[in-house]
């Protein structure tokens, strides 16, 4: 879910969220909240080489259905379990001088597919 453009969403000027899904057998994220909210974030975009590093904490919210509707993603079939809310206290953009320029699937689909159309086309046309 998290590669999915859209998953983080802004609830307020300093407050992040985004859904956590049961079946992921990950619990890493809910152990070390019980233990300490201090957390950050690295956004990146491989594509544009960038990168954003956000310092703040973090706690998990559960059993509020209003709430957990706000970071889940209508086109994504997982069941939101919780969502873990995000204060912000510091941010700042990386130097993408060590950023290897990468293109995700989405981006890369529609380009294989018309590049395998036009194979389908001209094989086509020598078997003519």
């Known amino acids: 879910m998290a590669d999915r453009p859209g998953f983080l969403k802004v609830l307020d000027e300093r407050i992040l ?4 899904f049961g079946g ?5 994220t809910v152990g070390n909240l019980s233990e300490n909210p201090k957390a950050f974030l690295f956004l990146m975009d491989y594509a544009n080489r960038r990168r954003v590093k956000v ?3 973090a706690r998990m919210v559960e059993g509020d259905p209003a709430l957990l509707a706000k970071p ?3 086109a994504y079939t997982g069941r939101v379990e919780r969502a ?7 941010w700042d953009v990386n130097c993408p001088q060590h950023l290897h320029r990468r293109i995700g699937e989405r981006q890369v689909a529609p380009v294989i597919e018309q590049l395998q159309a036009r194979i389908a086309e001209l094989e086509n046309e020598v078997e003519r």
């Open 84 to 90: 873990i809310l995000f204060t912000v206290s510091a």
């Open 72 to 74: 889940s993603d209508p």
């Open 17 to 20: 969220a985004f859904a956590d």
């Open 24 to 28: 992921n057998r990950q619990h890493l």
């Open 55 to 57: 310092w703040g904490t």
